[in-house]
């Protein structure tokens, strides 16, 4: 009983809709307890780097978790797979919460799963990265991509397994981007079916299409760049996309506003979208005001006077009317300020 009144408080106080089965007592999913949702001291709700429309149900001692995405007007719309270093990706939990995005994704790292990454799960990948005599960073981009593999090392790879190539090497990159494209129209906030896209595209010299896929990274939410190599951070591999974008693009031609700021960094791209939620608020458009003021703020996650980009979402979620994103960006502002 006192869990289920904790649970209609938040209800009551965010305008959301909680599901229930993930709160039942043995559930699997949830640990975070309900009462603790709405403290907002920097705790459980890690305001101004969890994405703002959202509410944690499940943290782990790494920092990693679950988060419920909620629309405007309380409804869950998604579970995110949350990670301490800022990474979130659609994931599915339950028969109650499936998610194409996610499955494809799924998809796409099957298809590039090879023979080596299998070898590098049983042995471990630095174990095996010395005993090639490579750093690990190196490695990891073989995982990537085994076409980069050099000749000495293949074979020294198969005698160390036993398997020839088709075993140790197989990816289906055809099958990757095929998994891609299915998602990208739907959801231009995820930067990974971009990423592919274009390393596929430009692997096989086909300029311009590499360089739609890596302009479909920089206008995406930096947060989903599900295949960046270990060790490099979200900004290091929103850099890898600009560069990769100056690659291939035509020269001549100049990059439209949103591509330039992304290519300048991630101040730039925050300065740009907050004065597009600006000249929306004025000219009366407030639902897209509250997109920009989010994109300012996560498009190129930049953890600083998240205040600013909290509170234009809550005033702009409140104007359109979407009661759930204007409670939900007061909450994470809360809690932002509550770590200051």
């Not at 990706?89 to 790292?109: G, I, V, W, Y």
């Not at 980069?148 to 074979?155: C, H, M, Y």
């Not at 509250?290 to 205040?307: I, K, N, Q, S, T």
Request: aromatic share 6%; proline share 6%.
């Amino acid at each position: 009983m006192a869990r289920e009144s904790a649970l209609l408080a938040v209800e009551s106080a965010l305008s959301v809709r909680l599901p229930r089965s993930l709160f039942a007592h043995g559930a699997r999913a949830a640990n975070v307890d309900p009462e603790a949702l709405l403290e907002a001291d920097g705790g459980t709700l890690q305001g101004g780097r969890m994405p703002p429309d959202t509410l944690p149900v499940a943290i782990e001692p790494s920092g990693d978790g679950l988060l419920l995405r909620f629309d405007g007007w309380g409804e869950v719309i998604e579970v995110l797979d949350w990670s301490g270093d800022g990474a979130f990706h659609p994931t599915e939990l339950l028969p109650e919460f499936r998610s194409a995005p996610a499955r494809s994704l799924a998809e796409a790292r099957a298809a590039l799963h090879s023979g080596l990454g299998a070898m590098c799960e049983v042995l471990g990948r630095n174990a095996l990265a010395r005993d090639l005599g490579v750093n690990a960073e190196v490695l990891a981009g073989w995982l990537r991509d085994t076409r980069l593999v050099p000749e000495s090392l293949r074979a020294a790879l198969r005698r160390l397994s036993g398997r020839d190539d088709d075993a140790l090497f197989r990816q289906d990159w055809n099958a990757a981007v095929a998994a891609a494209r299915r998602v990208a129209p739907v959801r231009p906030d995820l930067a990974w079916p971009g990423l592919l896209a274009g390393y596929a595209a430009e692997g096989r010299g086909d300029g311009p299409t590499a360089a739609a896929g890596y302009r479909a990274v920089l206008l995406a939410e930096s947060g989903t760049q599900a295949f960046r190599e270990p060790g490099r951070t979200l900004e290091e591999s929103a850099r890898f996309a600009a560069e990769a974008w100056r690659r291939c693009a035509v020269p001549a031609r100049d990059p439209e506003p949103m591509v330039a700021a992304a290519l300048e960094g991630p101040a730039a791209v925050r300065a740009h979208h907050l004065a597009e939620c600006d000249r929306l608020i004025a000219a009366g458009r407030a639902a897209e005001a509250y997109f920009e003021a989010r994109r300012a703020g996560w498009r190129r996650h930049l953890p600083v006077d998240m205040d600013d980009v909290l509170g234009r979402m809550g005033e702009a979620a409140q104007a359109s009317g979407a009661v759930a994103h204007a409670a939900l960006a007061r909450l994470h502002l809360r809690a932002w300020m509550a770590t200051r």
